[in-house]
């Protein structure tokens, strides 16, 4: 009996495999693709509230996936990437500064909180850290927070609120994207038949093959015959 136990916590406490491919990795965060409301709430940041408009798409070179992001009046990020590192399984943010300037950012999903945290990558301090919290299709937050020296706590500087455009705050399930399997919300035709997709980025590798997405499609149970 105990033996047994000891086996079933040994298989609790083994890690997830690796994620095998950029599209597997972009699939568990593809939730922040689409366009959005962003209300932006200071806290440590000594300035008024704000809001801009954030648009995130799928940028696919091949079969290397990506996400890419830009912005409309940004205080933080007016461009990023968020991308996937296989070989040292973490994903990554390239930003550009809305003040100038770049910085890349590294870190993890914890998958059963759904939240993302990348720290920035450098030796120095301060150092800046970026909290995706992915609460469902069309709402996730994201925590912009600042360490001003090593083991130091982290502070807060604003929170920003995305609420998905022209998406009601709650509604009930709709169409998957064909591409991602994500929330579909761009109708593409093809053999006069209609099917959507998430984002333009999806709807660009559509359009260059669409016999081979719709059989990935099928197979993956996202639409039917």
């Given amino acids: 009996m105990i033996a047994a136990l000891a086996a079933l916590l040994v298989l609790q406490a083994k890690p997830p495999p690796p994620i095998a491919t950029t599209k597997e990795a972009m699939q568990k965060v593809q939730l922040i693709v689409g366009d959005w ?30 996400i890419r992001l830009a912005a409309t009046d940004a205080v933080f990020w007016k461009e990023a990437t968020l991308a996937f590192d296989l070989k040292n399984q973490v994903y990554t943010l390239d930003a550009e500064l809305a003040g100038g300037g770049q910085r890349r950012y ?5 998958d059963k909180e759904r939240v993302l945290t990348l720290e920035e ?63 579909g919300t761009i109708p593409v035709t093809y053999g006069g038949r209609t099917y959507y997709v998430c984002c333009t980025g999806c709807k660009a590798f559509f359009n260059d093959a669409p016999e081979k997405v719709i059989a990935e499609a099928k197979k993956a149970g996202w639409i039917k015959d």
């Fill in 106 to 110: 590294a870190g993890k999903l914890a």
């Fill in 121 to 183: 990558v450098t030796d120095a301090w301060p150092r800046a850290r970026a909290v995706f919290s992915l609460l469902r299709d069309n709402r996730f937050l994201i925590d912009l927070e600042v360490q001003s020296a090593k083991e130091k706590d982290w502070n807060t500087q604003a929170q920003l609120g995305c609420t998905k455009e022209g998406v009601p705050f709650v509604r009930g399930e709709g169409p998957k994207c064909i591409v991602t399997g994500g929330a």
């Fill in 37 to 66: 409301r962003v209300t932006a709430m200071p806290r440590e940041l000594k300035r008024d509230p704000w809001t801009e408009k954030a648009s995130w798409s799928f940028k696919i070179e091949k079969d290397v996936y990506s």
